[in-house]
């Protein structure tokens, strides 16, 4: 798990700490706050480590950090991830008793110097990110645009998850502890998600009826994703998920029975990292939190003002998010009373 995240000059960040990160983490802000870009710095890092002498890998930390970054935020040169105005930028991360950080400059093209380690063999744990569009309906595309064209588009989140959902469920090895969560993630739409090898495509099935899935909803399948990662084995009881904007394409109904799934995925040793602009998402989440006495860190982001950090359990997080919701409360109260 990891337990803590710094990261100076990167993106639209000046400086971010982020200590005593739990088995959920949530970043909120307003669009174009930097939530996105925080996930994809600490989703390349774990990558990097997961290919990091790996089976045959020949290449060196460095140069698996380099392309990680370069397809992930798709930069014409890495230097480019620089704050504007800086002169360098510098990540590191803290997974328990290991540690993993790196350094470069504005004018860094593709290679990085400054990589340190202390990791001797690769993560084992797979880390996948979902991304707020929907993949499956893409699937053909978005492997075409990558691994034959070799274009920017869809970075490397989505060619990752892609491949993730290719691997064929196991149905005799999964965890007995995930089991609960992928009944309870199948039956919020009443299906899944299939791939026929032989028609090289993929459906949307309820019982024995197959559906085409560009005729299926965005949510069946953002849903769905979990639910196949769960089945074939991608995802263990040690594996980080990233989530950008957890609440996209999903009525209230079901992103609280979504989100019910993460918090019993968390209590069986997966950790998240959320992105959110959601009131519903922050609010029900401080109400898991102190049902159950879990510490959900918060890190709140604001492009004028400094980093903020806060704790669920400690009751919601002050940010902008949550002062319009109050705003709009009162104003209907004012209607109501005539004032």
Request: with cysteine; net charge neutral; glycine share 6%.
């Amino acid at each position: 798990m990891i337990t803590s995240v710094e990261m100076t000059n990167f993106g639209l960040q000046k400086h971010i700490r982020w200590d005593h990160l739990s088995r959920i983490n949530l970043i909120i802000g307003e669009n174009s706050s930097g939530k996105t870009f925080v996930l994809k710095a600490i989703y390349t890092a774990l990558k990097t480590l997961e290919q990091y002498k790996k089976g045959k890998e020949v290449k060196g930390l460095a140069d698996i950090l380099s392309d990680k970054l370069y397809w992930t935020f798709q930069v014409d040169k890495l230097g480019d991830l620089v704050t504007k105005g800086e002169n360098s930028l510098s990540f590191s991360m803290q997974e328990e008793d290991h540690s993993f950080s790196y350094e470069f400059g504005k004018d860094t093209n593709h290679q990085i110097s400054k990589v340190n380690t202390n990791y001797t063999e690769s993560r084992k744990d797979s880390s996948i990110f979902i991304p707020a569009k929907e993949v499956v309906s893409l699937f053909q595309v978005i492997l075409k645009s990558r691994e034959q064209d070799a274009m920017f588009g869809f970075d490397d989140t989505y060619l990752d998850l892609v491949k993730a959902l290719q691997v064929p469920p196991m149905k005799e090895k999964n965890y007995s502890a995930f089991s609960r969560s992928k009944k309870k993630l199948k039956n919020i739409f009443d299906g899944q998600i299939v791939y026929d090898v032989q028609q090289n495509q993929w459906h949307f099935q309820q019982g024995n009826t197959k559906y085409p899935i560009g005729v299926t909803s965005e949510g069946i399948k953002k849903i769905a994703i979990l639910n196949r990662l769960l089945s074939n084995r991608y995802l263990s009881n040690h594996s980080i998920i990233c989530i950008d904007e957890v609440d996209a394409a999903l009525h209230p109904k079901a992103i609280s029975e979504y989100l019910d799934i993460i918090f019993d995925l968390a209590q069986n040793g997966i950790q998240f990292f959320i992105a959110t602009h959601s009131y519903f998402v922050i609010k029900k989440l401080c109400l898991l939190s102190q049902q159950h006495n879990m510490s959900i860190p918060v890190l709140s982001l604001d492009g004028q003002k400094e980093p903020h950090f806060d704790d669920m359990k400690d009751g919601m997080p002050d940010n902008s998010i949550i002062d319009e919701s109050i705003r709009l409360y009162k104003a209907e109260v004012d209607m109501a009373l005539g004032v």
